[in-house]
């Protein structure tokens, strides 16, 4: 198994620009979320899906869509990047999203915005 | 709402020695708790978890934590420390549901010195 994948692992944008951050899991987990991490701030959680076609915001969700066709992929939309979306993105899925269960974190994508 | 505060960004230990990084919880309801380790480059892993069962808690690596509600802490310990313990430390906690829930503290930067 590969895990959770995220592509790219580093990227560079202009204010204004959109972008697409992908995931994937092979591990068939219904649970997908999106997370941001910031010095001094932890991680944030920003959207997360319980399974295809379902999605739901998180702590800190202005500024981002995703949507979930299916159970494997669950990419993140920046529609127009700002600086303050620098931040690293880390893409974690889990069984079910319960606690029981474990939560997998990818490698994370490091995002600058200019 | 639920939140922990890790005591110290960063913390130096000799290879050996005991390591000690201190996380206090505070929620209104019984709560599971968390530590993740994130090593340069990567993404969260989790170390250990607890969820009302054992009140002291094995994980991987040689870590354990110890839930003291009286204290409302929940500090992450290993005996010896060792080169590769070289890492960010991450406490969490939520008071119930899944993990849309979970509060990341800021992290602990774990040094260790040969």
């Known amino acids: 198994n590969a895990g959770v994948t995220q592509t790219p692992k580093f990227q560079v944008l202009k204010t204004g620009q959109s972008m697409t951050l992908q995931c994937a899991q092979d591990m068939n987990h219904e649970y997908m979320s999106w997370y941001r991490q910031d010095p001094g701030m932890g991680l944030r959680l920003i959207h997360y899906?319980?399974?295809?076609?379902?999605?739901d915001q998180g702590e800190v969700p202005n500024g981002y869509n995703v949507s979930r066709s299916t159970t494997e992929d669950f990419p993140l939309r920046l529609l127009s990047a700002a600086p303050s979306q620098t931040s690293v993105y880390f893409c974690?899925?889990?069984?079910?999203?319960?606690?029981?269960?474990?939560?997998?974190f990818g490698p994370g994508t490091r995002l600058t915005v200019l | 709402a639920q939140s922990v505060t890790q005591l110290g960004s960063h913390v130096s230990v000799s290879e050996g020695a005991l390591v000690l990084l201190r996380c206090n919880y505070s929620s209104s309801v019984p709560p599971y708790l968390f530590w993740y380790v994130q090593y340069p480059n990567q993404g969260l892993q989790l170390l250990l978890k607890?969820?009302?069962?054992?009140?002291l808690v094995k994980g991987i690596n040689g870590f354990e934590a110890e839930f003291k509600k009286s204290e409302t802490s929940f500090h992450l310990t290993k005996p010896s420390a060792h080169m590769s313990d070289a890492a960010e430390y991450f406490c969490?906690?939520?008071?119930?549901?899944?993990?849309?829930?979970?509060?990341f503290g800021i992290g602990t930067k774990l040094q260790v010195i040969p």
């Open positions: 607890y969820t009302s069962a054992a009140t």
């Open positions: 969490a906690v939520t008071p119930s549901g899944g993990y849309q829930k979970v509060t």
């Open positions: 899906s319980v399974g295809a076609g379902i999605t």
């Open positions: 974690a899925s889990s069984y079910r999203g319960s606690l029981t269960d474990t939560q997998y």
